[in-house]
Each structure stands twice: as C-alpha cells, then as structure tokens.
C-alpha cells in the first residue's frame, strides 16, 4: 500500500458538526473502526514531518495550563492508577500581634477543599497576657470553635486534643504548632480575646494543607482516657502521687479554714499531722468529702508506731503529736481537711497531704489495731490518759476532748481545791462518728468531807463545789469522742483537775442497793437506809428560818423542831409556821394558842422549844420547861415547796433555828 501525504488542515466539522476543544463524550468523539479482518493498519511514512498546528477547531494552540474548556482531553485507560496530588498546600496567611493589636479576627485561613490547616505561633520578648481563640466556619457560615493536636517546641510535649483557645502569657521564643482537622470548613479564623499585654509580640502564620492531622506518637504522650485505656495502678500508674498540699494551722486561723487534696482517679490519701510543743486548749480539724457534706474515717499511726485502724473522722490538737492518716478515696474527686473548730493556743499543727494511686494499708498486727474490728477481745485496754486544770482564767466553753473509739468507758476523776466557787460548771458529752453529739449520764463516786456517795444515775451536769472529789464511769460504746466542757465558767479563787481514761472494760455497776438511788431497784423507799432525811435551818440573828424541798424531790414531813432564843429587848414573841407550795401558795400556817382567842407568846431573854407534829394539843395551857407543843398536819410536799417560820415581833438580837425530819422520796 502506498504512503498517504500528511495534510495539514484546519478541521472545522466533521459529518456536519463543529469540532471545538473540550472534554467530550463517547458519543461525541471521532472513532476510527478496523476491519475485522485486518489486524493491524500499517502506515507508511517516508520520513518526519514536521509541522506546526496553529489551530484545532478554528481557536488558536498555545501553550501552558489551560481550563477544562480550553484544553485537548487526556482520558487514562481503565486498568491505570489513579494520578497521585501529592502536598497539596494553600498559601501562607500572617500577621503580628502586639499590644496596639486591637481585640478581634486577626488571623483567616481559607481551608475550602483542604483536610487540615497548621497554625504556627512564636512569642518574642515579654508576653504578660491575652487569648487567641480558634472558630472554624461551616456550611451556612455558621462559626463554632475548633481544636485539634497541640505541640510545644521547648519541652516537646503533645496534646492530643488540645483546647480550642491558647494563652498568650509565653516565655520569650516559646514556639507552639497546632494541627487541626478542617475537611468540609471554608474558613479557619483566630480571634484575639482578650486583648495581648506585654511588651513583646506574637508572631502567627498558618496554611491550608491536604495531609491529615498527626495523632499522639504515644500513650504516655497524651491524656490515656481518650484512648479508652484503663489506667489502673499495677499499669500505667504505679506509685503515682499528687503534688503536696500544704498548711501551717494555729490560733490565727479563721475557723471553717480548708486544706483541699484532689483525688479524682486515685485510690487513697495520706495526710501528715506534726504538732509542735506549743499549747492547745482546743481546735478540732475535721476530714471531709463530697462537697464537706461527709465525714470520712481511715488508718492513723503514731510516730511512736500506735496504730489504729478505724480512726475519728476528726483530729484534735496535742503538744509535739506526730501522726500519718490513711483515707480511702476510690471515685471520690476531693478530700478537704476542715478547721472545725478554731484553735487556742499558741501551738502551731503543720499539715501536708498527698493522694496516691496505691489502695491504704491496713493493720499489720492484731494488737496494733482495733480489736473490736477483728472479732478479737482486748482483756485490760486502756487509752493514754489526758489531763487539764482550769480556774477562773479558762473561758467558758472551753473542752478536754479523749478519743474512746472501740472503747467500753470512760473514767473521769475531778477534784477541786480548797479556794472558792462562786460558779463553775462542766457537762459531760460524748459524740458519734457521724458527728452526733449527746449529753450522757453515768455512775459516779463522790467524796466530800469525809463521806463517800455513790450515784449509779448521775447527772450529766456537774457543779463545782470546794475540796469536792469525784470518779464517774461512763459508757462509751459506739462513741468516738468523749469530751467534758466548761459549761459555766468559774469564779471565785479554786481550781478544778480533770483526768481522762478510756477502757475496753464496761463501767461498774453500784456495790450495794443503799450505795445508789433505790428508785431505780423497785425498791420501797421506806425501807432504805437513807430515805430517811433531816434538814438544818440557822439564819443569822434577827431573821427567820427556811427550808426548801429540793428539785426532783417530795417530802412527806414527819416532825418539826424550832428553837428560839429572845435577847433582852422586851417584846412578846409569837411564834407562827407556814408552807408553801412550789408557786408560793400557802398551804399551812398555825400559831402558838392557849385557847380559843387566847396567843401564848415568848417574852425577852428566854429560850422556848416549839414541837410540830400531827399527833400534839392545838392549846397549850402554859409552858412546860419552855417547851411547846404545836400542831402539824401529815403534809407532802413538791419540789420547791417551803417550810418556814414568821415571828411576830422578832427582834435583831433573837436567834431562831429550825430541824426538818422527813421522808424524802424522787418526785
């Protein structure tokens, strides 16, 4: 077959239709078929023509990159890779902030089309303050805040999911890189807010890029909870600690003062007491969680190796105490030690804590914790005993407080001097570990003048006579504290010692019925050695005498005994009696009659005996030996009823005395 000659045409149709430039259809396109018979079209050339095309469809041929419209289509076989865009990135935006930067968008970053935008920033010189803030907008040119992965140059730490704001409080030439995610945003804008303080600037630039934003190179460089990694300690976190929280706690600080550990995601607390040699009169610090509304108890153990297991949820203050406390804190976010009530003194109680990962130690002996925990009977404990003087100078509401967990009682010895009280009163009262507190009673031995009482129901009030000596027995079991307080302060010149001892043993019941109150045995009163009562009454001369039935006492009144001595002013003397009740009323008067309208009366410088009972004369026809017999009826009188004389015509000088005989009984 013979060469064809290379014609150089410029085709504007072909079949009748227009050939333009342009990506075409199939059907568009200018096939060229081959027989089915022939396999293969030769074509001969005698040699290379050269030829430059000027046109193609009428429009010029130049050269360089051209839009889709303009350009001759390259189609790539089916069975080709597809043509790799490799680092795809946008143009640089930047800018400089200063202190004249006004507050605001100070940084746009067109990211349309892209997957992530860098943004880099470096501070140079002195840079006190301000924020960027980072929005990205969206669809609809909604803004909404952005972040994504954070590096620091100067300590090569990462952030995997960094904020979406960034402190410009920098060092000079700090330099950080964030990397965030922008697939399907038009637009990254960095905002300052607030404004940028400083004598320095910040120097920001930043670009679009289709490369993916890099995750954390390691575990231990990010925040493991992202992951969805457990961080238990035997793992990740062996031997993890908190940073120490301290305080130095005396008389100077404000009471409700806190001292706050977070513990969110660790398993204990260790607080370290140390109680220098000053003094303390009183204080109370208190361990708290969630949200103070808790009181939490752990492990204590003293310097001198006493440990106790199931410790106060509250620590009180004592001259050179050294102690460590263990709190278990799994799932709780805070632990707060709490001033619960404020110091006195001029000691000083130095408090460190720290939470760990590790879970709190328990008991490593029996002996050494609480026997009462373990099943375990302790046959003799005692505590260590706390002791305390007050006189006049001790305010009022001042306490002596003895830790008595696990215990079975308390035994309190109060002794007074020989000086004076005029007033002084202490209670006694115990408090639970919830921080309950109540008055208790208990059995006391007292110890005045000579004589010995035992009250197996002693009153929680004690108020302090003279030379006045007592031992009370009190039940504590299920109390943590027990605490005696100065319910009245004390005046006058005397003091009072207290002693303090708990034991593992329960208190001591009375000795004998008699030694006790008989009301509590069923006991009929008559019968009982010490029912039996007679009451003293000798007023100064001049005036007359009185008793008064006590408080939670009723008398039925047996016999009377009244003895008056006249002086030598001459005056008829008349001798009168009357009761009271409780308000006042009278109940009762009688007077000395010799008859009907007849008064016998007792003249100067003699001395007459007047007896009272329900079983004499109502008239006396003269005296006998100047003793009188005088009526009285059987009469039961209340509490704060009154037995008393009223002389008619008594003089300065006459000295009246009275003797009370009754059966006194519990009201």
């Known amino acids: 077959m013979g060469s064809t000659p290379v014609v150089s045409e410029n085709l504007a149709s072909v079949g009748g239709a227009n050939i333009t430039l342009g990506a075409k259809t199939s059907a568009n396109s200018l096939p060229v078929v081959l027989a089915s018979d022939e396999a293969t079209l030769p074509v001969s050339i005698a040699g290379t023509v050269a030829e430059n095309l000027t046109q193609v469809g009428g429009a010029s041929v130049t050269l360089g990159a051209k839009t889709s419209a303009n350009s001759i289509p390259v189609v790539l076989a089916s069975d080709e890779a597809n043509v790799p865009v490799i680092g795809a990135i946008s143009a640089f935006a930047s800018t400089t902030i200063t202190s004249a930067t006004s507050t605001g968008l100070v940084l746009s970053i067109p990211c349309a089309g892209y997957s992530t935008v860098l943004v880099d920033l470096r501070s140079l010189n002195t840079c006190t303050g301000g924020m960027i803030q980072f929005e990205g907008v969206g669809p609809g040119n909604f803004n909404s805040s952005v972040m994504g992965m954070r590096q620091i140059d100067s300590s090569s730490q990462q952030f995997y999911d960094a904020t979406s704001t960034q402190s410009l409080a920098l060092s000079n030439d700090t330099r950080i890189i964030y990397q965030i995610p922008v697939a399907g945003l038009s637009t990254v804008n960095v905002i300052l807010s607030p404004a940028f303080t400083g004598s320095g600037s910040i120097l920001l630039a930043g670009r679009a890029s289709n490369g993916s934003a890099p995750g954390p190179t390691t575990v231990g460089q990010s925040d493991a909870t992202k992951l969805n990694a457990t961080v238990t300690g035997a793992v990740t976190t062996t031997g993890a600690i908190s940073s120490a929280a301290n305080a130095v706690w005396n008389s100077a600080t404000p009471v409700s003062t806190t001292l706050t550990v977070s513990s969110a995601g660790m398993s204990a607390v260790k607080v370290e007491f140390s109680?220098?040699?000053?003094?303390?009169?009183?204080?109370?610090?208190?361990?708290?969680?969630?949200?103070?509304?808790?009181?939490?108890?752990?492990?204590?153990?003293?310097?001198?190796?006493?440990?106790?297991?199931?410790?106060?949820?509250?620590?009180?203050?004592?001259?050179?105490?050294?102690?460590?406390?263990?709190?278990?804190?799994?799932?709780?976010?805070?632990?707060?030690?709490?001033?619960?009530?404020?110091?006195?003194?001029?000691?000083?109680?130095?408090?460190?804590?720290?939470?760990?990962?590790?879970?709190?130690?328990?008991?490593?002996?029996?002996?050494?914790?609480?026997?009462?925990?373990?099943?375990?009977?302790?046959?003799?404990?005692?505590?260590?005993?706390?002791?305390?003087?007050?006189?006049?100078?001790?305010?009022?509401?001042?306490?002596?407080?003895?830790?008595?967990?696990?215990?079975?009682?308390?035994?309190?010895?109060?002794?007074?001097?020989?000086?004076?009280?005029?007033?002084?009163?202490?209670?006694?009262?115990?408090?639970?570990?919830?921080?309950?507190?109540?008055?208790?009673?208990?059995?006391?031995?007292?110890?005045?003048?000579?004589?010995?009482?035992?009250?197996?129901?002693?009153?929680?009030?004690?108020?302090?006579?003279?030379?006045?000596?007592?031992?009370?027995?009190?039940?504590?079991?299920?109390?943590?504290?027990?605490?005696?307080?100065?319910?009245?302060?004390?005046?006058?010149?005397?003091?009072?010692?207290?002693?303090?001892?708990?034991?593992?043993?329960?208190?001591?019941?009375?000795?004998?019925?008699?030694?006790?109150?008989?009301?509590?045995?069923?006991?009929?009163?008559?019968?009982?050695?010490?029912?039996?009562?007679?009451?003293?009454?000798?007023?100064?001369?001049?005036?007359?005498?009185?008793?008064?039935?006590?408080?939670?006492?009723?008398?039925?009144?047996?016999?009377?005994?009244?003895?008056?001595?006249?002086?030598?002013?001459?005056?008829?003397?008349?001798?009168?009696?009357?009761?009271?009740?409780?308000?006042?009323?009278?109940?009762?008067?009688?007077?000395?009659?010799?008859?009907p309208a007849a008064t016998l009366f007792q003249p100067a410088s003699l001395t007459y005996t007047y007896n009272f009972s329900p079983a004499t004369n109502f008239y006396m026809t003269g005296v006998v030996h100047n003793n009188i017999a005088m009526p009285f009826p059987a009469l039961a009188l209340g509490p704060a009823s009154q037995i008393l004389t009223n002389v008619q015509s008594l003089q300065a000088g006459d000295v009246v005395t009275m003797n009370v005989g009754m059966i006194e009984l519990p009201d």
């Open 275 to 595: 109680c220098d040699g000053g003094t303390f009169t009183q204080g109370i610090i208190a361990f708290r969680v969630g949200g103070l509304l808790y009181h939490v108890t752990g492990m204590r153990q003293s310097k001198f190796g006493e440990q106790l297991y199931d410790a106060t949820s509250t620590f009180t203050p004592t001259p050179s105490a050294n102690y460590i406390y263990w709190f278990e804190v799994g799932g709780l976010d805070n632990f707060v030690l709490v001033l619960e009530q404020a110091i006195t003194g001029t000691g000083n109680v130095t408090i460190s804590a720290k939470a760990t990962a590790q879970p709190i130690p328990g008991p490593t002996t029996v002996g050494q914790s609480d026997a009462s925990k373990l099943n375990a009977t302790v046959v003799g404990g005692i505590s260590p005993i706390v002791n305390t003087v007050w006189t006049s100078a001790t305010a009022g509401g001042t306490h002596l407080d003895l830790n008595c967990a696990g215990m079975g009682s308390v035994v309190a010895t109060v002794a007074t001097t020989s000086g004076t009280f005029s007033s002084g009163r202490i209670r006694f009262f115990a408090e639970s570990n919830g921080g309950f507190g109540y008055d208790i009673t208990g059995m006391r031995m007292r110890t005045f003048g000579g004589t010995y009482q035992q009250a197996y129901d002693a009153d929680h009030i004690l108020t302090l006579l003279t030379s006045d000596s007592y031992s009370y027995w009190f039940p504590v079991s299920g109390f943590s504290v027990f605490r005696i307080y100065l319910d009245a302060a004390i005046t006058g010149s005397g003091s009072v010692t207290i002693s303090l001892q708990a034991a593992s043993a329960p208190i001591p019941g009375p000795t004998t019925v008699g030694q006790s109150d008989s009301s509590k045995h069923r006991v009929g009163a008559h019968g009982n050695t010490g029912s039996f009562r007679a009451l003293f009454s000798g007023p100064a001369a001049g005036n007359n005498a009185s008793v008064t039935v006590p408080a939670g006492k009723k008398w039925i009144v047996q016999s009377i005994q009244v003895i008056m001595a006249t002086n030598a002013t001459a005056a008829n003397r008349e001798m009168f009696i009357y009761v009271l009740d409780g308000t006042a009323t009278q109940l009762f008067q009688t007077p000395v009659l010799s008859g």
